[in-house]
């Protein structure tokens, strides 16, 4: 599968799912911009393939995500791929929750997402070809304990997946949402630190409390993540649109 002549963004490039999936997508051929807010995080990535560029920038500022993708297109031309991978999480019961709390997970994980999309789509709607992936996760699908805050924020990152998939039909861009299960992680591993410090649990402990639920009893690679995105950037999965994809293990 080539991606020859394809210009893909990944926000939240800097590590995680979002650097997995820039190189994946660079290793098929595209022109991948990066975008974060730690450039050393988003050289680091870059340095591992040579069509990968980075640009420092926050997706909850729309102005600061916008000159960065006008400098990533004089470079690489018009966005065809975005992957809206940045995303926060924490965890506290919901009667302990604040404004916010709830607010700054809405910030990046909705608001994002938002932001990400609707400047790709000026760009992907008037070509023959355009994709739309949101990270998301299985909290936007089901619900979860004390992260209640979390899920409201993937819940209405699959809703928009789902209603711009319907507007963007009539065009050649899909819209679509990977939903992992816990991934390895550094937010996960921050996870794991905070169930730690809250219920005295051993590391051993934590980890197992957060895979319980997946029947491979595992964290989510984040290649298997890139893998699916990958996928669904490619010809085979053109007629993919507005699907909420699980990689959970069979959890759902």
Known sequence: MSMTDRHAVVTGGGSGVGA?????????GAAVTIVGRRQEALEHVASQHDAITGHAADVTDRSSLESALTTARRGAGPIDIMVASAGISTSKPFHRLATNDLEDLMSVNLMGVFHAFQIAYDDVRKRDFGRLIAVASTAGLT??????????SKHAVVGLVRSLAQEAGS?????????PSYVDTPMTARTVDNIVAQTGMSQADA??????????????????VAGT??????????????????????EL
């Open 207 to 224: 980890l197992a409390a957060l895979t319980e639920s997946n029947p491979q009893r595992r964290l989510i690679s984040p290649e298997e």
């Open 20 to 28: 997995a999936t820039a190189l994946a997508l660079a290793n098929a």
């Open 229 to 250: 995105i990958v996928w669904l950037c490619s010809d085979a999965a053109a007629s993919v649109n507005g699907q909420a994809i699980s990689i959970d293990g069979g």
């Open 143 to 152: 619900g979860y304990s004390y992260v209640s805050h979390y899920c409201a």
């Open 171 to 179: 065009t050649a861009t899909t819209v679509n949402a990977v939903c």
